[in-house]
């Protein structure tokens, strides 16, 4: 038996989502409440039958502020024909047009009931700090911005996932599917996928794990269709509080104008999601009901088998290491915290730099960032670091010359080890010849980076002195000389004539 679908299109701050509700589901693709002892944190699994596929691990049970321990638990493949359903939704939404309802109607006859919120979004194939994000959960590992609620932008700033898990397991990595997925990836502006959201900024890839490798190899962007479980609520009093709080003043003018408008509406309770804030008076009744029935995890008839195979982590076969080319393209993109800091803060001006430089947290008697200045500091130099590299060297620059802020200094050096520059192995330099007892806490962060630095413009210069060698010439042709016998047919040619 199909599930039972209802649907409504939004568009909010000029983007495209789809709410989507779901009832009479066998209840067999989703997350579900696999903790174990509450007392010991919360953990989520996300599941397809009764195969355990991620686990989602929060210590405190009382902070949804707090980052998540997020593993791979088993592989998509193992799913049955599940992961063949989700490249055939891939398929039909990104290549042949269909809308959202169609294209994913395969994945909604198994999903939780529950209400869903389906876009659009760019991903980085990362784990939000710099590392392949193939290549590290079969690890428990705690991940930066993979909170409920960011810390950064609280509930005021949606910032949309943008960090992939892989779902398949690294062990059957296939060098030929790899090759095809390249030769696939030339084809497009971009590599396609659909996936989960699991919390915070992260989402479960639950297809096409090539083709986003490949697009990776080759520079293009990677777009994915994302299925996110509405299940939290953004309260008519904290929009209030956001709206009457002068705790941002760096937004774009535009910005400001819009959240004055705002300010002259009644605020109103909103569904809150990842990627934005639904106003309830714009959901139908019909749905806002099956939000209320189902925003608490529904115990479906697999859930004791999922629970009980979430404790059992997928046998590694066999190690792989992928090429140097991905590790070193991974370095270049974005952090979670760079990307929330750029969601935190519109624009940062001059005088607003010179005003957090000079210690000051306050700007014509409003907050430059926040009250507090390390985190007003820590945002500003991730800000930076996205948006202006230049004035973010000068902001560290200035920052770490200044004696008066060595808290500050070792967060910075920390920041700084996967960007390759001379400008910054010039100032790690200077910190290192410093006799200054301030720097002695960054000292082998210093050594570390300028080792790091030599070992890439060796391997940069490699790099250019292979491109800039001649291609190696071919065999030699050895030619036959047939002056001889040029001769000899000559002759042969005026003996047969004399003979006539």
């Excluded at 593993?71 to 063949?84: K, L, V």
């Excluded at 059992?312 to 190690?319: D, E, G, S």
């Excluded at 920052?399 to 960007?419: C, F, G, R, S, T």
Aim: proline residues 5%; contains cysteine.
């Amino acid at each position: 038996m199909k599930s039972v679908i209802s649907s409504e299109s939004l568009l909010i701050n000029d983007k495209e989502f789809n709410l989507i509700s779901v009832s009479s589901s066998p209840n067999s693709f989703g997350i579900c409440d696999t903790t174990k002892q509450r007392e010991k944190g919360i953990q989520e699994t996300l599941f397809v039958g009764n195969e355990a596929l991620v686990n989602i691990f929060q210590r405190s049970i009382n902070d949804p502020y707090s980052n998540k321990i997020i593993t791979q638990i088993s592989s998509i493949e193992r799913c049955g024909d599940f992961s063949r359903r989700v490249a055939s939704s891939c398929e039909e939404y990104f290549y042949n047009n269909k809308n959202v309802v169609s294209a994913l109607q395969p994945l909604f006859d198994y999903i939780k009931n529950g209400l869903y919120i389906v876009y659009e979004q760019e991903m980085i194939p990362t784990d939000g700090s710099g590392n392949f994000f193939w290549s590290g959960y079969l690890v428990g590992h705690e991940l930066t911005g993979s909170s409920t609620f960011n810390p950064v932008c609280r509930k005021e700033h949606p910032v949309p996932p943008s960090f992939l898990v892989p779902t398949e397991g690294i062990s059957g990595f296939s060098d030929k599917s790899l090759k095809a997925a390249y030769e696939k990836v030339k084809k497009d502006d971009c590599a396609y996928g659909v996936c989960f959201h699991l919390s915070g900024m992260f989402c479960a890839l639950l297809s096409n794990h090539y083709d986003v490798t490949a697009a990776l190899l080759r520079d293009k962007k990677i777009r994915c269709l994302v299925i996110e479980p509405v299940r939290n609520i953004c309260t008519a009093e904290e929009i209030k509080s956001f709206q009457n709080s002068d705790s941002v003043s760096t937004i774009s003018e535009e910005d400001k104008e819009q959240n004055k408008q705002q300010s002259q509406e009644i605020p109103e309770n909103c569904l809150y999601t990842c990627c934005a804030n639904i106003p309830m008076s714009k959901v139908p009744i019909s749905i806002l009901e099956s939000f209320f029935l189902t925003r608490k995890n529904e115990i479906g008839k697999y859930s004791d088998s999922v629970s009980a195979n979430s404790e059992k982590p997928i046998r590694i076969k066999n190690k792989r290491s992928f090429p140097s080319d991905i590790v070193d393209k991974c370095d270049k993109f974005p952090d979670c915290e760079m990307l929330q800091s750029v969601a935190m803060v519109g624009y940062l001006s001059d005088e607003e730099i010179t005003a957090l430089l000079n210690g000051e947290t306050m700007l014509n008697d409003k907050y430059i960032i926040n009250q507090n200045l390390y985190s007003s500091i820590t945002i500003a130099i991730n800000y930076l670091q996205y948006k202006n590299f230049d004035k973010f060297f000068e902001f560290i620059s200035t920052i770490i010359k200044n004696e008066d802020m060595p808290a500050v200094h070792q967060y910075i050096a920390a920041k700084l080890q996967p960007v390759m520059d001379e400008r910054i192995a010039g100032l790690f330099k200077e910190i290192l010849n410093s006799e200054n007892n301030i720097y002695i806490p960054i000292k082998s962060y210093a050594d570390k980076y300028l080792r790091r630095f030599k070992a890439y413009k060796e391997s940069e210069s490699l790099k250019k002195a292979k491109k800039a060698a001649p291609p190696p010439s071919a065999a030699p042709v050895i030619k036959r000389d047939v002056t001889n016998d040029l001769e000899s047919l000559d002759l042969a040619k005026k003996i047969n004539s004399m003979t006539k």
